[in-house]
T-cell receptor, first 114, second 109 residues
Framework: DAGVIQSPRHEVTEMGQEVTLRCKPISGHDYLFWYRQTMMRGLELLIYFNNNVPIDDSGMPEDRFSAKMPNASFSTLKIQPSEPRDSAVYFC????????????FGQGTRLTVV | KNEVEQSPQNLTAQEGEFITINCSYSVGISALHWLQQHPGGGIVSLFMLSSGKKKHGRLIATINIQEKHSSLHITASHPRDSAVYICAATEWDTDKLIFGTGTRLQVFP
C-alpha cells in the first residue's frame, strides 16, 4: 500500500477563494482523521470519521470548514471562504481502529492563503 | 495548562550521546503515542504504548501510568535523528489524540 495520500502537497490561494484538500486513506483502515498544524497551536484534531461517518467535528474551527467522506477510500476537507489565518499544514491520517491503534499520516498539505 | 506537556522544547546533542525526551499528561488515557516529524513535514508513528516499555532499534519508549509520564530515549544518537518528536495521548473517554507541542532535536556530528 502506498500509505495515506494527500493532495495537493502545496496550495496557495487568495483570501475568499474556496480550497479543497483531498485524502486517500490506507485500504482497510476504518478511521480517518483530519489535523491542522500551526506554529502557534501545534497539531490539532479537526474532525474524524469511522466507517465514513463523522464522529467528532468539535475541532472544526468555524462553519467555513467542512469535511466529507463519501466512501472508504476518499475524504475532502473544504474551506470556503478561505482566510489568511487558515494558513497551516493540514494532515490526514488513518488507522485500523481509533486512538488505540497506530496512526498513519499523509505527507500533509501546506496551505497558504494570501 | 496543556493537557500534554513535553520537555525539553529544544535539545541539541553530539553524535553518540544518549537522549531523553519527557512527556507528562494530566488526562486519563488509553494509549500514548510518540511521533517523529522531519524537516519537510512528514509525520511517522514511532511507538504506541499503554504500559511498560517498547524498543525499536536505538529507540526506547517507556510509560508510567501511575505517574502519568512517558519518556522517549535515543541511544547512540546520530545526525539523522534530528527531527521534532511529538508525544500524543489518546483520551480514554473520547478516543481522540491530544498532542504535546513537540521537542526539536538537533544532533551534530
Amino acid at each position: 500500500d502506498a500509505g495515506v495520500i494527500q493532495s495537493p502537497r502545496h496550495e496557495v490561494t487568495e483570501m475568499g477563494q474556496e480550497v479543497t484538500l483531498r485524502c486517500k486513506p490506507i485500504s482497510g483502515h476504518d478511521y480517518l482523521f483530519w489535523y491542522r498544524q500551526t506554529m502557534m497551536r501545534g497539531l490539532e484534531l479537526l474532525i474524524y470519521f469511522n466507517n465514513n461517518v463523522p464522529i467528532d467535528d468539535s475541532g472544526m474551527p468555524e462553519d467555513r470548514f467542512s469535511a466529507k467522506m463519501p466512501n472508504a477510500s476518499f475524504s475532502t476537507l473544504k474551506i470556503q471562504p478561505s482566510e489568511p489565518r487558515d494558513s497551516a499544514v493540514y494532515f490526514c491520517a488513518s488507522s485500523v481502529g481509533g486512538g488505540n491503534t497506530e496512526a498513519f499520516f499523509g505527507q500533509g498539505t501546506r496551505l497558504t492563503v494570501v | 495548562k496543556n493537557e500534554v506537556e513535553q520537555s525539553p522544547q529544544n535539545l541539541t546533542a553530539q553524535e553518540g550521546e544518549f537522549i531523553t525526551i519527557n512527556c507528562s499528561y494530566s488526562v486519563g488515557i488509553s494509549a500514548l503515542h510518540w511521533l517523529q516529524q522531519h524537516p519537510g513535514g512528514g509525520i511517522v508513528s514511532l511507538f504506541m504504548l499503554s504500559s511498560g516499555k517498547k524498543k525499536h532499534g536505538r529507540l526506547i519508549a517507556t510509560i508510567n501510568i501511575q505517574e502519568k509520564h512517558s519518556s522517549l530515549h535515543i541511544t547512540a544518537s546520530h545526525p539523522r535523528d534530528s527531527a521534532v518528536y511529538i508525544c500524543a495521548a489518546t483520551e480514554w473517554d473520547t478516543d481522540k489524540l491530544i498532542f504535546g507541542t513537540g521537542t526539536r532535536l538537533q544532533v551534530f556530528p
